[in-house]
Antibody, heavy 119, light 106 residues
């Protein structure tokens, strides 16, 4: 059974770049026709899809974040990554990684990691 | 951009039926997915492709999609079903989530 785990800094200063890693276990990130996504959720608010990547490296981003987002993958390590530049307080949220991102449900999800933007 | 609208909250007594709606333009032309999120936990898929249940999801969860509205129905609701429910679709290669509905079991 595939499981995902996010890792990265819990605190980021304003204007800095957030870097998160999602480690996939219980299966190969390259197996099946799966996409891999990042999603975030500010405290007390709803879910916002950030973007997705396929194991070939093909990406698609939410237009609202496209100018600041980069998602990459390392199939040898069974990991994919999120970079979000020019962080502000509005980017404070729980960040989730998940399998899915194109014509399939988003499932399963990682446990999420809280990222706070503060000086 | 495409939008999905959900009621902010639904309250229901234990054992009764809860219906959560998700509205969007020509929603029946798209597959709708439903997720359940308990406080402090990650969302869990409960319905996919409008009306299919993943393995392990109780039969009391069902879904339908007609016209501009998709509906998640929880029959014989239990206290463990409390939490937030989100609908989701694909539109122009983008994942779109509804705003979420908080379900309270009184």
């Amino acid at each position: 059974q595939v499981q995902l785990q996010e890792s990265g800094p819990g605190l980021v200063k304003p204007s800095q770049t957030l870097s998160l890693t999602c480690t996939v276990s219980g299966g190969s990130i390259s197996s099946g026709s799966h996409y891999w996504s990042w999603i975030r959720q500010p405290a007390g608010k709803g879910l916002e899809w950030i973007g997705r990547i396929y194991t070939t490296g093909s990406t698609y981003y939410n237009p609202s974040l496209k100018s600041r987002v980069s998602i990459s993958v390392d199939t040898s390590k069974n990991q994919f990554f999120l970079k979000l530049t020019s962080m502000t307080a509005a980017d404070t949220a729980v960040y989730y990684c998940a399998r899915g991102g194109s014509s399939h449900p988003v499932d399963p999800w990682g446990q999420g990691t809280l990222v706070t933007v503060s000086s | 951009s495409y939008e999905l609208t959900q009621p902010p909250s639904v309250s229901v007594s234990p054992g009764q039926t809860a219906s959560i709606t998700c509205s969007g333009n020509n929603l029946n032309k798209k597959y709708t997915y439903w997720y359940h999120q308990k406080p402090g936990q990650s969302p869990v898929l409960v319905i996919y492709d409008d009306n299919k249940r993943p393995s392990g999801i109780p039969e009391r969860f069902s879904g339908a999609n007609s016209g501009n509205t998709a509906t998640l129905t929880i029959s014989g609701i239990q206290a463990m079903d409390e939490g937030d429910y989100y609908c989701q679709v694909w539109d122009s290669s983008i994942v779109i989530f509804g705003g979420g509905t908080k379900v309270t079991v009184l």
